[in-house]
């Protein structure tokens, strides 16, 4: 059976409209009030807002917990979950949890491996990769029954979401992984930051050449460059990140006091380019710990005021 989501991200999409989601990190301790003014700073200029799930393996405050403190702040949650530190009874009562407090969007991710993070001698778990998470999300969610069978009581209404890196080498696979990952029940997918763009209409042309621009919405990953040595940092350092010569040599060339401007040039020019790109429904903004220039770049970029629409 189709169960409809309960998702503001979800009624945005199927409306047609260009969706706007915007992502933050839980602070690395209790207080709440980090998360709560980054969801206040958001939620007039974004459809939905993800919480990372201790990325790059580094404790955080949960991405569960953080997800609450946005929901009551009037923010459309996303809940970021990786299969890294949880086996299938974990994963299955977090998503009920999620979804005991009408958090209605999931992003399933497998997670950076423990030996990048804090807890180097920590163990993994892995018992599902994100495809599975996403199939257990949807047997959830569809057929209102855990993975063993046994009914659900109120079972989770969630949009279903998954991740994808269009750079990525082999880059041979990337549009049939893509295609498994709808397959397994991705409904809206969020992408690598896009700095090259050549490669990334490469990728979409292959994406449309399948249809499955049609099957699943697709948020083109947006990141503002804030310095020239953020730049050099993420194309060296960052697994799967293409970062073209010419960006570098663009941040070079103008001082050190305008390359975060020239950084949020380059992040509108970007936008612009993909708006015109077939199968793009939407932009998914990281402006890591730079939430405050999220609501300008959505200005700037004829993104705002936010389409309503209804919950019916």
Sequence with gaps: MSVKTESKLERILAAGHLAITSECGPPRGSDPEVIIKKGELLKDHVDAVNVTDNQTSVTRLSSLAACIHLKLTGVDPVLQMVTRDRNRIALQSDILGAASFDINN????????????????????????????????????DDGKFLNGDDINRPPRMFAGAAANPFAEPYKIRVPRL???????????????????????????????????????????????????????????????????QIIDRLAGVPKEKQAEE??????????????????????????EWEEKVPEIVERAGLFPRPKVSDE
């Design 106 to 141: 999931i992003l399933c991710l497998s997670g950076d491996h423990q030996i990048f993070g804090d807890c180097k001698e920590g163990q993994n778990v892995f018992d599902l990769d994100s495809m599975q998470l996403l199939q257990t999300v949807r047997h959830m969610r």
């Design 179 to 245: 295609a498994k990952k709808i397959a397994a029940g991705a409904e809206f997918i969020q992408t690598q930051c896009i700095y090259n763009l050549d490669r990334f209409e490469e990728w979409m042309n292959g994406v449309c050449d399948r249809g499955l621009h049609e099957k699943v919405y697709i948020l083109a990953g947006i990141t503002p460059m804030k310095s020239l040595g953020m730049a050099r940092y993420m194309k060296k350092n960052v697994p799967g990140m293409d970062v073209p010569d």
């Design 263 to 288: 950084g949020i040039t380059i992040c509108l020019e970007t936008i612009e380019r993909l708006k015109e790109v077939k199968g793009v429904s939407g932009f998914h903004i990281m402006a890591i």
